[in-house]
């Protein structure tokens, strides 16, 4: 594979990363917190709803989860490609 065939599949692998962290961003901040709020309205959650609980809390922490497995998984891919440190 030429270098710049072995360049473009690894920001094609980095992309898809990206493009999946910001689908379940999106799902999570929008769709858990607003969309689907009334849904999950009759669920508790340490003494409030699980929807109002995404709102607040859930989604940061999901963003959070998602910085990590975006650093491991890039890692990984770095690695994968020989670019890594």
């Given at each position: 594979m030429s270098d710049r065939q072995?360049?473009?599949a690894y920001w094609q692998a980095n992309l898809r990363i990206i493009y999946g962290c910001i689908a379940v961003w999106a799902l999570v901040?929008?769709?858990a917190?607003?969309?689907?709020?009334p849904?999950?309205?009759?669920?508790?959650?340490?003494g409030t709803d699980l929807g109002?609980?995404?709102a607040q809390q859930g989604?940061?922490?999901?963003f959070i989860v998602l910085i990590f497995f975006y650093a491991a998984r890039m890692n990984k891919l770095d690695a994968e490609y020989g670019v890594d440190e």
């Open positions: 072995s360049s473009n901040s929008y769709g917190a607003i969309i689907f709020r849904l999950l309205k009759s669920i508790p959650v340490g109002f609980w995404f989604s940061i922490l999901c």
